[in-house]
C-alpha cells in the first residue's frame, strides 16, 4: 500500500524515532544521531544516515530497519544515503539517550573526551588517556577497564570496583 499524499518530515522524524538500535535496543537511530537529514527527492524519501564508524557490522541492519519501519508506514520509494562526512561522533548523542544508556547498564560517551578535540579523543578511544568512568548502576567512579573491546566494538568493557559489577562502556568517538 502507498501512500497517496506525502507525509510530513515531521512525521518521518517521529517514525524514525521509533526504530531502535540493533546493538542497543534502548535507543533509537535518532538518539544516536545518525540520521542526519530527511527529505523528499520529488515522490522518494531520502533518509541520510552517517554510521558510527566506517566498519560498523550493523549499519546494513540499520538501513534495512530504517526501510521496514518507513515502509510499514506506506512508503515504498525510500533512499538511504550514506553520508561519511561529517564524520559521527559522540557529540551527537543527547543526553536524554545517554541517561537511556545509563539506565541500561551502558556507561555513556564521556562528553569531556568527546568534545577535547581528535588527537585526545583517538587517544581515549585507542586507550591512550586514562578515563574516570562513573559506574551506570551504582554511580562509582571507582572502575577499571577491563577489556578495550565490550560486547560490540563502539564499547569497552569495565568493572566497578564498588559494586563488582561488569558493564560496558560506550567509547567517544
Given amino acids: 500500500m502507498t501512500t497517496t499524499t506525502l507525509p510530513c518530515i515531521e512525521d518521518v522524524w517521529a517514525w524514525l524515532s521509533e526504530v ?62 550514506r553520508r561519511i562526512s561529517p564524520p559521527w561522533s559522540t557529540d551527537w548523542i543527547g543526553d536524554e539517550a545517554r541517561e537511556k544508556l545509563r539506565t541500561y547498564g551502558i556507561a555513556p560517551p564521556d562528553k569531556s573526551g568527546a568534545q577535547s578535540g581528535g588527537a585526545v579523543r583517538a587517544a581515549r578511544y585507542f586507550g591512550g588517556a586514562a578515563l574516570s568512568i562513573a559506574c551506570p548502576r551504582c554511580g562509582s567512579t571507582e572502575t577499571e577497564k577491563v577489556s578495550q573491546f565490550g560486547s560490540t566494538p563502539c564499547k569497552a568493557a569495565y568493572r566497578c570496583k564498588s559494586c563488582l559489577e561488569p558493564f560496558d562502556y560506550f567509547k567517544c568517538i
Fill in 20 to 81: 531502535p538500535d540493533p546493538e542497543i535496543p534502548v535507543i533509537s537511530v535518532t538518539d544516536l544521531g545518525i540520521v542526519r537529514d530527511v527529505y523528499f527527492d520529488g515522490e522518494t524519501l531520502v533518509v541520510a544516515v552517517t554510521p558510527t564508524y566506517s566498519g560498523c557490522p550493523a549499519t546494513s541492519i540499520i538501513e534495512l530497519d530504517i526501510e521496514t519501519a518507513l515502509a510499514r508506514r506506506g512508503l515504498e520509494k525510500v533512499r538511504i544515503e
